[in-house]
């Protein structure tokens, strides 16, 4: 580790406005872990706040927004990936960051996950990954575990949980990758690296809920995760294998699969690369279709 | 002998896949360059094959705009169309075509002229040269220009080779010399005047005039996923994405089409989704987002009959209701519902200057019928159009949601200017963070739903009024039924009645209410409840004395409306 990097000045992140001084997240919460590890990504990247946006949908995961200075939009419950695929497309300039929960993101938006996975875009989506809902108070999530008990579930949850590392390798999606919050230094390297990565790349990040997860708790991700240190991320194979192994869970970059990305294929940017806010309509080229509909 | 002068309605009825859309193009493009006013619409059943589908082309001296019941001259390609278009036929109808087609039962109903079209296309040598050799005949008939027939065959079919565009030719100069001959034999009479300046003037559906129009007023991105009668503007932007250089996108349902419009917009894009009203249902989430986040968006809605699937082919004035309250809680909104295609162009673009400016939902309110219209129309006026850019510069301090007097903030995007932009969702303070502050909450609330709406409703335009202002009976008629109502109020020919036209729908200014002081009032539209006659209750305290209403899911016929005008004003 290079001991400049802790250095790297991240203050400009830091949000001066009067609504970012409260935060709503609970004490000891892991939000707040992975704020640091995401202003030091940014800091170390030599971004500038106006130049990324962070796009979140519904949960506490998805206040992040309003507790960093970068250019943000809280959307609605799942919804975060359209969004910030829009907003990468209309200006591929930007840094695009789609943020939301493991209800947000696998739930409510899980449709929209599958098929930016499809799509492509060069966003980085990071679920905050606490395996429970958060802001509506500790109802069972997508990635909640068998067998755990909640006010909603009284009786043990009793569906699989989403694995979406696997999925998302099946889909054969771009960059697929893991952590646990309580890791900063790697999970920094994570983050940049996803955020570099051209393509859609997955992170997903571990953090306990100290309200409403007693299961699932600091102790509990450092007993049950390991560091994939011998593996190759280009070998799509090995990385399914790591991604169905359940304990200990594995964390690190699981896949890597260059490709196009959305922007890079749609014929806006054929030839030309300007964002689309500073282009002019084409009169000449409605002229050009009234005169074909003027001769037949 | 029959005789046909000024004004001619040809209905062409088969089977889906039966290629009748080949026979309408061929005529309406050619019998337009021959100076023939024209007029196209089309009904079809949901399904791919078989059913039966028609065309109504209207051929006229004068310019034609409007759907109107009868028939002159019918060529049916199956079985089937002459029950099906029954109410359609009177003795006057010219049928023509072969008699396997043609029920025994109307055999002595109409004038049947039979035509081997079938030989005539094996003559050519295949069975598939049928529809071409039909469109041959009624060029014929009207002494089209055949040179234009032939250009439009080398077009549609250059792709697929010189044969196939020799066979077409020879097999529509073998219907065009029917046509000449069926009216030197005096069969038919036809006189329609012709027009030079008709030739030289553009045919174009209301669907392409959308997507022109919002393609002029600065679109660049248009998100949607298919659904019917709404993709056919989908489908013009798509094929010419490349050179407009715009994003199209078919995404995984009508929630992420609307969502990346807004994350479009958000970032200072033009974008829109086009739909009809099943997919909007989908969307009424996301539209509660753009008034929340003040985020502004364009709504192409090409209405259907609902509710849920009902027919997805047919069309009806439905949605109205649906556009108007789409979404919880209060927030602004703008709907429009262009009349005709020159307005389905100039409010397509100007939806975009609106969204801009006053950063809310603005809907273009279609639907089947107007978007599967298509006649001669002068060309639009370019210079005219005007594209209003409202994007400012996010300087350091800059306040997503300004407390201003008329409820405007100015909008600034992500990666102009030194500061950041933060759009919120939830109930927000002036730089866009959440709040639960009671009286910021009642702030935001009144400069959305109170203010920014009055600011809106002040600048709206006021409704047309087509007839005198001293006419007793005041017709109210909204969108696409325009010229269907006004061609009715014409063959009515009384001068007490005038059209008052609304393609401005909401918020309506006050100022519209003067139209409707001691008048009697008659609203139509396509719909069961009078949606559109409640909105003028709801918006400007106006009684509408007489409801004409249609709701069988075909558009009103000009007859339909004249009738039930009779009945209220005689
Ligand atoms: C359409 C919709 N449905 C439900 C909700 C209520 N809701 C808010 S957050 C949330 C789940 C939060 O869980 P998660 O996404 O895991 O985020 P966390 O709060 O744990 O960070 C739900 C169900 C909502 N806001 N919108
Ligand atoms: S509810 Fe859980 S996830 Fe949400 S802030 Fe509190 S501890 Fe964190």
């Known amino acids: ?296 | 002998m029959v005789e046909f002068r000024e004004d001619l309605s040809v209905v062409l009825g088969g089977a889906a896949g039966q290629g009748i859309q080949t026979v309408e193009e061929i005529l309406t493009r050619t019998l337009k360059f021959s100076g023939y006013n024209v007029y196209a619409n089309k009904e079809y059943m949901s399904r791919v094959r078989g059913g039966i589908n028609t065309t109504e082309i209207r051929v006229s001296s004068k310019r034609v705009r409007a759907f109107v019941k009868k028939i002159d001259i019918l060529i049916p390609f199956k079985r089937g169309v002459l029950p099906w278009v029954k109410d359609r036929i009177s003795e006057s109808t010219v049928v023509i075509g072969e008699k396997e087609n043609v029920e025994e039962e109307f055999l002595e109903k109409v004038h049947f002229i039979e035509v081997p079209l079938t030989k005539m296309a094996l003559d050519v040598g295949s069975q598939l040269y049928l529809n071409t050799v039909a469109a041959g005949i009624v060029v014929g008939i009207f002494r089209g220009e055949f040179s234009a027939v032939e250009e439009y065959l080398k077009e549609r079919f250059g792709s697929k080779g010189e044969n196939v565009v020799q066979k077409n030719i020879e097999a529509a100069k073998k219907g065009y010399e029917l046509g000449l001959k069926l009216l030197e034999e005096g069969a038919v009479k036809v006189e329609v005047q012709r027009d030079e300046k008709v030739g030289d003037e553009i045919l174009l559906s209301g669907a392409e005039a959308v997507a022109l129009g919002a393609l002029a007023g600065g679109m660049n991105f248009l998100s949607f996923y298919p659904m019917s009668p709404s993709t056919g503007v989908a489908v013009f932007a798509a094929q010419h994405a490349e050179d407009f250089g715009i994003v199209v996108e078919q995404v995984e349902d009508e929630i992420s089409a609307i969502n990346m419009a807004l994350g479009a917009w958000y970032a200072g894009a033009r974008a829109m989704v086009t739909t009809s009203g099943g997919g909007f249902a989908l969307m009424t989430e996301a539209l509660s987002l753009a008034g929340m986040a003040e985020n502004p968006i364009v709504i192409h809605l090409a209405q259907r009959p609902g509710p849920a699937t009902g027919l997805p082919t047919r069309t009806m004035q439905g949605d109205l209701n649906l556009v108007l309250h789409a979404g919880h809680g209060d927030f602004p909104r703008i709907i429009l519902a262009p009349g005709n295609i020159e307005e389905a162009f100039y409010l397509s673009t100007e939806a975009f200057n609106l969204a801009d400016r006053y950063q809310v939902p603005v809907i273009i309110l279609t639907d089947q019928y107007l978007v599967d219209t298509y006649y001669n129309l002068p060309e639009f006026e370019l210079d005219k159009v005007k594209v209003e850019k409202h994007i400012v510069e996010a300087k350091p301090g800059y306040r997503r949601y300004e407390l201003t007097e008329d409820g405007i903030s100015p909008r600034a995007i992500p990666g102009y200017g030194e500061d950041v932009v933060v759009a919120n969702g939830n109930e927000h303070d002036e730089w866009g963070d959440i709040t639960e502050d009671e009286e910021l909450t009642v702030r935001m609330q009144e400069k959305r739903a109170i203010r920014k709406l009055e600011t809106i409703r002040k600048n709206a335009p006021l409704p047309r009024l087509l007839g005198g202002e001293d006419a007793k009976y005041i017709i109210v008629a909204w969108g696409s039924t325009l010229h269907i109502v006004e061609e009715a109020i014409e063959k009515l020919g009384r001068d007490d009645v005038a059209l008052l036209h609304f393609s401005w729908l909401y918020p309506l200014n006050l100022e519209a209410k003067k139209f409707f002081e001691g008048k009697t009032i008659i609203a139509v539209e396509l719909n069961v409840t009078g949606q559109f006659a409640e909105l003028l209750r709801k918006e400007l305290g106006v009684e509408v004395h007489h409801r004409v209403l249609k709701y069988d899911g075909r558009p009103f016929s000009v007859e339909e409306v004249l009738d039930a005008l009779k009945v209220v004003v005689e």
């Open chain 1, 1 to 296: 580790m290079n001991p400049n990097v802790e250095k790297v000045d991240k203050s400009r992140f830091e949000p001066k406005r009067p609504g970012s001084q409260d935060i709503a997240w609970c004490p000891g919460c892991g939000n707040f872990g992975i704020r640091n590890i995401l202003t030091t990504a940014l800091a170390e990247l030599g971004l500038n706040p106006n130049e990324v946006a962070i796009i979140s949908g519904i949960g506490q995961a998805a206040k992040m927004p309003h507790y960093i200075k970068v250019n943000g939009y809280h959307t609605l419950h799942g919804r975060a990936i359209p969004i910030a695929t829009g907003v990468k497309v209309a200006n591929p300039e930007l840094t695009v960051i789609a943020e939301g929960g493991d209800g947000d993101m696998y739930a409510e938006g899980g449709n929209h996950l599958l098929h930016a996975i499809r799509r492509n875009p060069d966003i980085t989506v990071l679920i905050h990954d606490n395996q429970i809902y958060g802001l509506t108070k500790g109802q069972a999530s997508p990635t909640t575990m068998k067998g755990m008990k909640t006010p909603t579930q009284p009786w043990g949850v009793f569906e699989e949980p989403f694995n979406v590392i696997a999925l998302a390798i099946a889909l054969d999606a771009s960059f697929v990758a893991r952590t646990f919050m309580g890791y900063f230094r790697e999970s920094v390297e994570i983050i940049k690296k996803a955020i570099e990565h051209k393509g859609l790349a997955i992170v997903d990040i571990f953090h306990p809920c100290v309200s409403f997860n007693k299961v699932n708790t600091y102790a509990w991700y450092r007993e049950h995760t390991y560091w994939m240190d011998d593996h190759d991320p280009y070998d799509r194979e090995a990385a399914f294998k790591r991604a169905i192994e359940t304990d200990p869970l594995p964390l690190g970059v699981f896949y890597i699969n260059e490709k196009p990305t959305f922007e890079e294929l749609v014929p806006a940017y054929k030839r030309d690369k300007t964002p689309l806010w500073k282009r002019e309509p084409k009169v000449e080229e409605i002229r050009k279709i009234l005169d074909i509909k003027r001769r037949l």
